[in-house]
Each structure stands twice: as structure tokens, then as C-alpha cells.
């Protein structure tokens, strides 16, 4: 079946610092790509949405130049949390569109915690 | 008003229990999406619906497209089945999912 690696599966970073978080396609071409965020106990946020080979369209809020997001391949994505803050720590996890009966697939999230 | 509402928001029963959790939703919608979000955060994709009925395992999800309702029913529940149960759609086929608040399950043994 689809999978989708996420790594780090978390990551503590001091303040000011930026984290890139990458998710890739094991066996299956990821043409878009869907990047979430999770506070505590709440509902999964979409951040963004990128497409391979043009840039991220971004949700209202978000703001693109704190959260950097790089579609280069069929296979790789990238977010990364320029100058993270301590209200940049959540959980972010991203999912793929592929092929399967279930339509989507997810990988194993990312908890960042800025300290 | 939320485009997908979920229903109960927590859950308790007992090992062996038949469960139900429900889903209504207020727009046009490509599919539904059944989700499982583990305690440790992954989620995986329990089942993808556009209309009738699927079965996996003890696992059954329904869709009625007219009332915009589905329902996913866990049969002869299990402590292994304590999660958070997501009911999510996309309103045409690849697109983005708006999903609703989930269900928090505990099963107890």
C-alpha cells in the first residue's frame, strides 16, 4: 500500500531557530501534498497545500514566509518553521492524495516543541 | 456551523460492545473519509466512501448521500480500538479534506 515517511517524528528547538520537517512518498508519486497542524485535544488545521513544482497555496492565516514549504520532486516535501516560537509547538503531520481505496495517505506526524 | 459534525465527541465502552459513531455533513462531497488517529499521534485511513456501504474486519462504514449522514460501526469492540475516530470530506476528487471534530473512543477491558 501508499505510504508516506515523516521525519523527525519530533524535534525540540530553542527559540529563533528554524526546523524543517520532510515527508516523502515511498511507492507512490505524491503530486499534491497537504500539510496539517494539531494543537492539543483540537482538530487537524490545514496549513497548506503544495503542488509538485509550483509554489504551496497557503490557508488564511497562515503565514508562507514563517512556514516555508518546497514541493521540488514527486516524492519529497518539505515544510520548514523559520524563527519557531514556543506557540510554533504543535503537532504537524502530512498526507498525501494517492492511488488506494482509501484515497489518502498520512505519515506519522512530527511534534515540535520550542523551547 | 461546522461543514462536518461528529457525534458523540467521547466515547466509553466496554470490551465486546457494538459502537457507532456518526457523521453529518452540510456540503456537496467527492467521498467521505473515515479516520484513526492513534494516541501517539499517526492517523491511517480507515475508508474512503462515495455512496452504500464497506466492510473491513469488524469494521463497517455507511454513507446515505440523500441525508448526508454516515455512520461507522465497530463490532465486538476491543480495547485496541480506544482512539480518536475522524469523519473527514472532500468536496472533489485530490481535493484538500475538511474534517470533523472526532470521536475520542476508550474501550474498556
Known amino acids: 500500500g501508499a505510504v508516506v515517511s515523516q521525519h523527525p517524528s519530533w524535534v525540540i528547538c530553542k527559540s529563533g531557530t528554524s526546523v524543517k520537517i520532510e515527508c516523502r512518498s515511498l511507492?507512490?508519486?505524491?503530486?499534491?501534498m497537504f500539510w496539517y497542524r494539531q494543537f492539543p485535544k483540537q482538530s487537524l488545521m490545514l496549513m497548506a497545500t503544495s503542488n509538485e513544482g509550483s509554489k504551496a497555496t497557503y490557508e488564511q492565516g497562515v503565514e508562507k514566509d514563517k512556514f516555508l514549504i518546497n514541493h521540488a520532486s514527486l516524492t519529497l516535501s518539505t515544510l520548514t518553521v523559520t524563527s519557531a516560537h514556543p506557540e510554533d509547538s504543535s503537532f504537524y503531520i502530512c498526507s498525501a492524495r494517492d492511488s488506494t481505496v482509501h484515497g489518502y495517505t498520512f505519515g506519522s506526524g512530527t511534534r515540535l516543541t520550542v523551547v | 456551523k461546522n461543514e462536518v459534525e461528529q457525534s458523540p465527541q467521547n466515547l466509553t465502552a466496554q470490551e465486546g460492545e457494538f459502537i457507532t459513531i456518526n457523521c453529518s455533513y452540510s456540503v456537496g462531497i467527492s467521498a467521505l473519509h473515515w479516520l484513526q488517529q492513534h494516541p501517539g499521534g499517526g492517523i491511517v485511513s480507515l475508508f474512503m466512501l462515495s455512496s452504500g456501504k464497506k466492510k473491513h474486519g469488524r469494521l463497517i462504514a455507511t454513507i446515505n448521500i440523500q441525508e448526508k449522514h454516515s455512520s461507522l460501526h465497530i463490532t465486538a469492540s476491543h480495547p485496541r480500538d480506544s482512539a480518536v475516530y475522524i469523519c473527514?470530506?472532500?468536496?472533489?476528487?485530490?481535493?484538500?479534506?475538511?474534517f470533523g471534530t472526532g470521536t475520542r473512543l476508550a474501550v474498556r477491558p
Open positions: 511507492d507512490f508519486q505524491a503530486t499534491t
Open positions: 473527514a470530506v472532500s468536496k472533489s476528487s485530490g481535493d484538500k479534506l475538511t
